[in-house]
């Protein structure tokens, strides 16, 4: 498998942050991690660029894609820093509404529709014990169980706010009757979605570097010029860039359920999330005490990678399974 997209998927790509880039510039984070109620509207902008029902079949109103455009998508989520539950709204909540056995008529005729058209805030959750994403303010929340998946009205369960470093990603433990979570790993499509996020936001970090390193004076100079600052850069786009293929394969491998999905889906989190920290770390370092305050931009990009770098396995429990699959398992996968 190449990993190489597609034309319909470089288009999907390049429209995806076209919208965001009208919909979701900096500024309306900025509103956003000031105002949580400022989510609302821009949830039904995420809608009608399609990331809401990206996984979920033609017949029932989504884009009918897979785990590629999926990533694709993501990548780009991440590079705008959009805020809010998208990836547990678009990897988790949303295609598993789809399978949920003996669940309340009225509860999924309200919550499939009114969530792909963004009328309704839908998150999703694997464990009692981790924080979920915009839990409070969320219309619906999805609980994997070992009994399968469990959908939530707002009034049938608890949140209670956490602190976060990120106030555009919100959490929240959550307590609802009868749910002890299923004591599995993370979602192995969401821990793809939040790699490739990871993608995303390491490459934005990069350019802002770059775009103040070429107008950042020192002795007379861009800081950009000296040579010690274009390592830094290098070192962070270089990391980004052999990153991104194991996030590409990972997400083909669960679109076709190959079965080393898990060991890619752990390679490419490990990945992204160490490159997104490294860009993180290299890009505040080039910015030096600005790139700390509030009022640079800067900052919605360095905590968001922060947030999701630990989120759906951190890059040590992901190296684990790798490591794991590599030492204990039958054999090797093998890459083509």
């Not at 500024?27 to 039904?44: G, K, N």
């Not at 709204?89 to 056995?101: H, K």
């Not at 309704?120 to 070992?146: M, Q, S, Y």
Request: aromatic content about 6%; overall charge negative.
């Amino acid at each position: 498998m190449q990993p190489l997209l597609t034309e319909d998927q470089l288009l999907l790509r390049a429209t995806i942050r076209s919208g965001l880039a009208k919909v979701c510039p900096v500024t309306t984070v900025r509103a956003v991690w000031h105002d949580p109620a400022a989510l609302r509207p821009l949830w039904r902008e995420f809608a009608n660029l399609g990331l809401l029902g990206l996984l979920v079949p033609e017949d029932f109103g989504g884009l009918g894609m897979t785990e590629v455009e999926l990533a694709v998508a993501m990548e780009e989520v991440g590079y705008a820093a959009a805020p809010g539950p998208l990836l547990e709204a678009a990897a988790i909540a949303v295609p598993s509404l789809l399978g949920i056995a003996n669940a309340p008529a009225n509860v999924l005729e309200a919550s499939l529709g009114a969530v792909i058209e963004g009328a309704k805030l839908v998150t999703a959750g694997t464990h009692p014990n981790d924080p979920i994403a915009w839990a409070e303010e969320a219309d619906f929340c999805l609980f994997r169980t070992a009994a399968g998946p469990r959908l939530l009205a707002r009034a049938d369960y608890t949140a209670t706010p956490q602190p976060s470093v990120d106030a555009c990603r919100r959490t929240a433990t959550v307590s609802a009757q009868g749910w002890e979570g299923d004591g599995t790993a993370p979602s192995q499509r969401a821990a793809l979605a939040a790699a490739a996020q990871l993608i995303g936001l390491a490459k934005r970090m990069t350019e802002m570097t770059v775009e103040y390193a070429n107008v950042r004076q020192q002795c007379g100079k861009p800081i950009g010029s000296f040579q010690a600052v274009k390592h830094h850069l290098v070192d962070a786009h270089a990391a980004t860039e052999m990153a991104r293929p194991l996030v590409l394969r990972a997400a083909w491998s669960l679109s076709v359920g190959a079965s080393d999905a898990a060991f890619a889906v752990s390679m490419a989190k490990a990945a992204a999330s160490d490159a997104a920290e490294l860009a993180a770390k290299k890009a505040l370092q080039v910015h030096g005490a600005i790139g700390y305050t509030t009022e640079c931009d800067l900052h919605f990009f360095l905590k968001r990678t922060w947030a999701l770098a630990r989120a759906h396995g951190s890059a040590s429990w992901h190296r684990e399974q790798v490591a794991a699959a590599l030492l204990d398992g039958p054999a090797a996968p093998a890459f083509c």
